[in-house]
């Protein structure tokens, strides 16, 4: 079943508005319906799944900041925040930029901000049912049980 059996193509659209008649029309590009791809599709979302890689995501969105920026944003150890901003940067969210002794971190693709509001937009339609779901942890949760 591909995509767009999944989706009606009304919902999905383009920009413009216009009738959607393949994946193709929409000038994506899209992994393949194989095993591999939605595994590769769900290691993308799981990069988002952790608060903090959340924020700092969130905190890139504006304007390029340096690793300070970021510690001093999140309130967590040097250490913790440049292993989230790698982990961000390995998965194509952000660019890292290196300036002497400095690393300078932001989001490239606009796509990464329709994302997270798209992101928000749903969390928001969806607030009493995902606070409700026992079966996803709150990431409080998760870290209790570590």
């Keep these: 079943m591909s995509i767009v059996q999944l989706y009606p193509l009304k919902r999905i659209g383009n920009l413009r508005g216009d009738l ?3 994946t193709s ?4 590009a899209f992994l393949p319906e194989t095993d591999s791809g939605v595994e590769m599709v769900a ?22 900041h340096t690793v300070s920026d970021c510690v001093g944003f999140v ?45 928000r937009s749903l969390a928001a339609d969806n607030a009493a049912a995902l606070a409700a779901c026992v079966r996803i942890p709150a990431a409080s949760e998760q870290r209790e049980v570590q």
């Design 43 to 64: 290691k993308f979302f799981r990069a988002l799944a952790d608060p903090t890689r959340l924020r700092l995501l969130e905190f890139l969105l504006a304007e390029e």
């Design 25 to 28: 029309d929409l000038g994506l």
């Design 75 to 119: 309130g967590l150890s040097q250490g913790r925040v440049s292993s989230h901003l790698a982990c961000l940067a390995d998965c194509g969210y952000v660019q890292l930029r290196r300036e002497g002794r400095y690393a300078h971190y932001k989001v490239v693709d606009p796509r990464v901000a329709d994302l997270v509001m798209l992101a």
């Design 20 to 22: 959607v008649t393949s």
